[in-house]
């Protein structure tokens, strides 16, 4: 119970949400449009995942953003030139393996921090994305959207995925040596070094998997609609890392977990529509975010601060 | 010390190089001696499809009619952007600033420091403060096109019924005129009709996709969507295809025929409504060009512009021609 | 050996990352002077200065922070806050913009506090903090003004100073200098600026010296408030009209010449002029790359992407002289 107390708050505070959502708009619990607010965020989920693994072995990606853009637009040319599904898949995927992985040289290799590190690839990917692409959408041929699927399907096969990847990975941080590796890394590398634990390769490989994971995401964003938009996943840094402090990751390292990091993207994600469901006019949107945000670590901090008294 | 040593001797670098050469003349293009003219070119923001377009016709008019043109723009939302290019092009020394204004007031400060320094300027796309342009390149005015926009939408819906608007950020500017001339044009003509949310989609195709997905949920009744950016017109149609909605909420807004063609022919969006953006981009270096030859001068009433032949003015306006409503007819007429 | 030594000292400035910076700088100016069109005139320079005035205020009361191993992601939200708030005073209000300004440098001073409050009672991470006010702020300036109010109605005074000069340099440029001379005194001639170092290096360590961390904390980021409040004064005065998506990603502008000025992310180690290096290194460089009329159409990307290199560079340059450093031991230790 005490271990959990934040990843409970939060897991409060969303059913607090979705307690008044079904009291004074009933209607946001319709099916189908349900489904859909799932799978548009079933890619930032995935994006969650990995960023929660790079915040558990105490680093930060900022880059993911511009990975997600780049490989879209990766994916949306090799699509157009009619290439089949798993290709487009594989080249993403790799595509963002290879800009992780070129964060993680600096950071693992070198020995660079990683805020500064993934502020540079930030810009740089996403200058050289625009001078490349310059803003156009690429039209995805037909078959493409929800991966030759029906609508309902291609939306439930996204669900599924994400949250199948979500109990993957939390089993794995659990009950794999490389996942305990992470935590161990995130909490003392020092200490990780001495126990025969290979720190700079579990960082490496941390971030090419945040990579890769930004790869797949990209895929599961662009088979939800016919066009790529080249300016997707801006600002999706900002909502994984939330996404993850709220759930309860410690920046600090070596503390956190998926499912918390789950609820707390649900949280993010809910306020949005429920404020439209609420008829709330749009410009209190980023407050209240930020409150959420803030009122996530204050109770937190309250806590641990009496604890100590 | 020496740490205060380094640090005056850096400011005093900055200075020096600064204070040492202030004879060095800062327009030395001129626009006389047969010299080519160097025109420079801004959009709202780099990396948008529309912009692009703007910039192709730019490009086209540049080579026909023999000038340097320069292409620079913000590449993000800093409102402050804009100002400081203009302020650089104005030590750079060119000879024409064509700008598409972002920030009505706030440009208008640095674009007649630029008049001052006997830079000549025009606006296209949004207009600056009327005193610190020579003309306006007036694609169609913010009362011109948020009557379109309200008139197709009520002409949609019957003159009855819900709508709600996409625009990029609650603070763009030239959004905000239209949203603000869309409200006088419903009180004045549509009282039947009600405007139940305007909600930002940051200039992404996705999150305006996300956001339509939930006003159809949360306005049962609405009637229609107005999409006031590019990428909101596809998104908002996308949206309402998944909802099952084709036919039922009608689309429409402001977009690219490119962009927009697919969801036009399956009737998903109903009209995009926009001008000929290669056009503008023509004539606006083409009125540049013109004013800094002196072929156009305030009062004239046409002006010869290259392939676009003659143009009326009215006032200081130059003005393309009406926006253009493209449908399931007419819309493989268009490219761009 | 008092000549090896002297010899030594001398290798180790120039080998100093200031020293690397400073020598970019110039490296900037005489290649911009050489091919860029009109760079070296007064005008010019004026205009590299007033445009990086904000960023470099927000620069200067950032690099603190970052000394004690903290960060400030919500300056750039919190400079809309207050140009939106001076605004309204200004313009709705009726105060003239010397009172509107010195209430707004109070709410900038509460803003900073208020993270200050958070971040040292409660013992929170800065990062996530900060993260949390960054949409906090922009989210109140967006609420004030629902997203659409302009204010734009200021004396004339007002605005001519935000674009006036004084003995041939911009306004800004004497703000700067002044902010830059204060910042200065305060971490290199104070033991404010020795506590924040200690801080940074080990807070644990600071703490059992006797240090009133939490105290030293807060003024950092109190400071930062107070700063940010005057950016967006001297921002609104420049570009003449205040609205709520002013100083939009200025804080990762901030950071970018903070660390390139070669303070330490994890604190512990920096200077107040290497930031300023920081600031000018960036500012010459997207200014001289749209003066090469060749490559005018991508500058901003070109000078985005270099700017990315160059960070980069200048962290992997920490870590040579380091590498050097610690050769340089083992030969001693050896010899």
Same mark, same amino acid.
């Given at each position: 119970m005490k271990r959990y107390f934040r990843e409970l708050s939060v897991a409060a505070a969303l059913f607090a949400l979705l307690a008044g959502l079904a009291l004074f708009a009933p209607n946001f619990y319709e099916p189908a449009p349900l489904l859909s607010r799932f799978a548009a965020q079933a890619p930032a989920l995935v994006v969650a995942i990995g960023m929660t693994l790079v915040i558990i072995s105490r680093q930060i990606d900022i880059s993911v953003g511009s990975q997600f853009g780049v490989c879209a637009v990766v994916a949306g040319t090799l699509a157009a030139m009619k290439l089949p599904l798993v290709v487009v898949l594989l080249a993403s995927v790799g595509t963002g393996a290879i800009l992780g992985a070129f964060n993680g040289v600096l950071i693992a290799g070198l020995g660079l921090p990683s805020i500064v590190v993934t502020l540079a690839t930030m810009v740089t990917w996403q200058e050289a994305l625009r001078l490349g692409q310059q803003g156009r959408f690429i039209n995805l041929p037909p078959g493409m959207q929800w991966m030759g699927l029906s609508q309902v399907g291609g939306q439930r096969a996204l669900v599924a995925l994400a949250v199948l990847m979500v109990a993957a990975f939390a089993w794995a941080l659990k009950n794999l040596a490389a996942g305990r590796h992470v935590y161990a890394v995130g909490s003392d590398a020092e200490a990780a070094r001495l126990a025969g634990i290979h720190p700079k390769g579990t960082t490496f490989g941390v971030f090419v998997l945040m990579g890769g994971l930004v790869g797949l995401a990209a895929v599961m964003n662009i088979v939800q609609s016919p066009q790529v938009d080249p300016n997707a996943g801006g600002g999706l840094e900002l909502k994984a890392i939330a996404a993850a402090v709220v759930g309860g990751v410690a920046v600090s390292g070596g503390r956190g977990n998926l499912w918390g990091v789950f609820v707390g993207l649900l949280l993010l994600a809910t306020i949005n529509p429920a404020l439209t469901y609420l008829?709330?006019?749009?410009?209190?949107?980023?407050?209240?975010q930020g409150l959420v945000i803030l009122l996530a670590v204050v109770a937190d901090g309250l806590r641990s601060r009496r604890g100590k008294r | 010390m020496r740490k205060l040593f380094l640090l005056i001797t850096t400011l005093g670098l900055i200075m020096a190089t600064g204070c040492n050469k202030p004879s060095e003349s800062? =327009?030395? %293009?001129?626009?006389g001696g047969g010299k080519k003219l160097t025109i420079a070119f801004m959009p709202k923001s780099k990396g948008n499809q529309y912009f692009i377009t703007?910039? =192709?016709? %730019?490009?086209?008019?540049?080579?026909?009619?023999?000038?340097?043109?320069l292409f620079d723009g913000p590449t993000n939302t800093d409102p402050a952007k804009q100002n400081e290019i203009v302020e650089n092009w104005i030590t750079l020394g060119v000879d024409v600033i064509a700008v598409a204004c972002e920030n009505k007031e706030g440009i208008s400060t640095a674009l007649r420091k630029a008049q001052a320094k006997g830079i000549k300027v025009i606006t296209f796309d949004s207009d600056s403060m009327p005193d610190a342009r020579s003309f306006f390149v007036n694609q169609a005015t913010a009362t011109g096109i948020a009557n379109v926009l309200m008139d197709t939408a009520a002409q949609l819906c019957g003159g009855e019924g819900e709508f709600a608007i996409i625009t990029a950020t609650l603070t763009a500017n030239n959004m905000n005129e239209w949203r603000k001339n869309i409200d006088l044009r419903l009180k004045e003509k549509y009282p039947k009709m009600k405007l139940v949310e305007t909600k930002p989609c940051d200039d992404q195709k996705d999150k305006a996709q996300q956001e339509t997905a939930n006003l159809l949920g949360a306005y049962p009744n609405l009637k229609c969507v107005m999409a006031i950016c590019s990428p909101a017109v596809p998104g908002a149609a996308e949206a309402v295809k998944q909802a099952g909605k084709v036919g039922k909420v009608k689309v429409l807004g402001l977009g690219l025929p490119s962009e927009n063609r697919a969801y036009v022919k399956d009737g998903v969006t109903q009209a995009v409504i926009l001008w000929k953006v290669e056009d503008l981009g023509y004539l606006t270096i083409a009125a540049a060009t013109a004013l800094a030859k002196g072929e156009l001068k305030p009062g004239a009433t046409t002006f010869k512009a290259g392939k676009l032949g003659e143009i009326q003015l009215q006032?200081?306006?130059?003005?393309?021609?009406?926006?253009?409503?493209?449908?399931?007819e007419n819309i493989d007429q268009f490219d761009f | 050996m008092s000549s090896s030594s002297k010899l030594n000292g001398w290798k180790s400035a120039l080998l100093r990352h200031e020293s690397v910076l400073l020598f970019l700088v110039l490296l900037e100016a005489f290649y911009f002077n050489a091919v860029g069109r009109n760079f070296a005139t007064a005008d010019n320079v004026g205009n590299i200065i007033r445009h990086s005035t904000e960023i470099g205020l927000l620069a200067l009361v950032m690099m603190p922070i970052i000394l004690t191993g903290g960060i400030d992601l919500s300056v750039g939200s919190l400079l809309g806050l207050c140009a939106v708030l001076f605004g309204?005073?200004?313009?709705e209000g009726g105060f003239s913009p010397l009172v509107a300004g010195g209430i707004t440098l109070c709410i900038g001073a509460a803003a900073g506090g208020f993270n200050a409050t958070l971040i040292t009672w409660l013992r929170l991470p800065p990062l996530i903090v900060t993260l949390g006010t960054y949409s906090l702020f922009r989210g109140l300036a967006e609420a004030i003004t629902k997203g659409t109010a302009t204010y734009s109605k200021f004396p004339q005074a007002f605005l001519d100073f935000g674009n006036g000069a004084l003995l041939g340099l911009p306004n800004q440029a004497w703000i700067?200098?002044?902010?830059?001379?204060g910042v200065w005194l305060l971490i290199h001639q104070t033991t404010f600026g020795r506590s924040f170092r200690a801080i940074g290096f080990a807070p644990e360590g600071a703490r059992y010296a006797g240090l009133p961390v939490e105290r030293r904390v807060a003024m950092a980021y109190v400071l930062a408030g107070i700063v940010a409040a005057l950016a967006a004064i001297l921002f609104t005065a420049r570009v003449t009209q205040a609205r709520a998506d002013a100083g939009i990603g200025y804080e990762l502008l901030a950071v970018t010449a903070v660390v390139l000025g070669g303070t330490s992310i994890f604190g512990g180690t920096g200077t107040v002029h290497g930031t300023l290096l920081g600031v000018v290194a960036v500012a010459i460089l997207s200014n001289g790359l749209s003066r090469i009329l060749s490559i005018s159409n991508v500058s901003r990307e070109l000078s985005g992407m270099l700017t990315g290199a160059l960070l980069v560079l200048a962290l992997a340059s920490g870590l040579l002289s380091k590498y050097i450093a610690a050769w340089r031991a083992r030969r001693g230790v050896a010899g």
């Open positions: 008829h709330v006019e749009a410009y209190w949107e980023k407050a209240i | 800062t =327009n030395t %293009a001129g626009s703007c910039k =192709n016709g %730019a490009v086209k008019a540049a080579a026909d009619l023999g000038i340097d043109l006032g200081s306006d130059i003005v393309l021609g009406q926006p253009f409503v493209f449908t399931k | 309204k005073m200004c313009q700067l200098l002044a902010v830059a001379m």
